[in-house]
């Protein structure tokens, strides 16, 4: 099985941060990596999918980069409404495996 | 707007069962792929199921297989789950989303939850 991480599990961050969250697969995947944001008793909602296409709706200053084992969510400038929980998915196998997520909270 | 619904969470004890609908509107569910997917409390996101268009491709994780089977009945826009031999460790909220698929796979519509606990 394809095992994902994250990291950090925590990121202090200020308004107007650039922040970067990295996430990790066990075996490539291609590009068959989605990003997801959640906030506390809500649903997860998608940001990127295909590793870097940014899904409808969500914000330019969120943006996906990576291929293969490593991948990167990057926050141009970090805003109120960024202070979220994220994590990433693979969908390469018959499975989406996510990662454990990275919590990124006000410093 | 695309709008998916879960309800049938609630208290059950060990060893007990319980059936997770979910009900879609604003889409037509039999050009979608579903899935669930569950939060324990405190946790991260765990992929449970998912279910191909059609029903003919269904996969499960390791944690639920054999004990845990998904369905659909397009004509109906539902989605469902039923849970059998529940564990305390079953404990989470309970979300169907929406698989899109492209080049890639992602879940681009999620409901809002249902909880279950598993508890003497």
């Known amino acids: 099985d394809i095992q994902m991480t994250q990291s950090p599990s925590t990121l202090p961050a200020s308004v107007g941060d650039r922040v970067t969250v990295t996430c990790r697969a066990s075996?490539?995947?291609?590009?068959?990596l989605a990003w997801y944001q959640q906030k506390p008793g809500k649903a997860p909602k998608l940001l990127i999918y295909?590793?870097?296409s940014l899904e409808s709706g969500v914000p330019s200053r969120f943006s996906g980069s990576g291929f293969g084992t490593e991948f990167t969510l990057t926050i141009s400038s970090l805003q109120p409404d960024d202070f979220a929980t994220y994590y990433c998915?693979?969908?390469?196998?018959?499975?989406?495996?996510f990662g454990p997520g990275t919590k990124v909270d006000i410093k | 707007e695309v709008q998916l619904v879960e309800s049938g969470g609630g208290l059950v004890k060990p060893g007990g069962s319980l059936r997770l609908s979910c009900a879609a509107s604003?889409?037509?569910?039999?050009?979608?792929?579903m899935n669930w997917v569950r939060q324990a409390p405190g946790k991260g996101l765990e992929w449970v199921s998912s279910?191909?268009?059609?029903?003919?491709?269904?996969y499960y994780a390791d944690s639920v297989k054999g004990r845990f089977t998904i369905s659909r009945e397009n004509a109906k826009q539902s989605l469902y789950l039923q849970m059998n031999s529940l564990r305390a460790e079953d404990t989470a909220v309970y979300f169907c989303?929406?698989?899109?698929?492209?080049?890639?796979?992602?879940?681009?519509?999620w409901g809002q939850g249902t909880l279950v606990t598993v508890s003497s």
């Open positions: 604003g889409f037509t569910l039999s050009a979608y792929g």
């Open positions: 989303a929406r698989g899109r698929c492209s080049t890639t796979c992602a879940l681009d519509s």
């Open positions: 998915q693979q969908s390469n196998t018959y499975s989406f495996t």
């Open positions: 075996q490539s995947i291609s590009n068959w």
């Open positions: 279910i191909s268009s059609s029903s003919t491709y269904i």
């Open positions: 295909d590793a870097s």
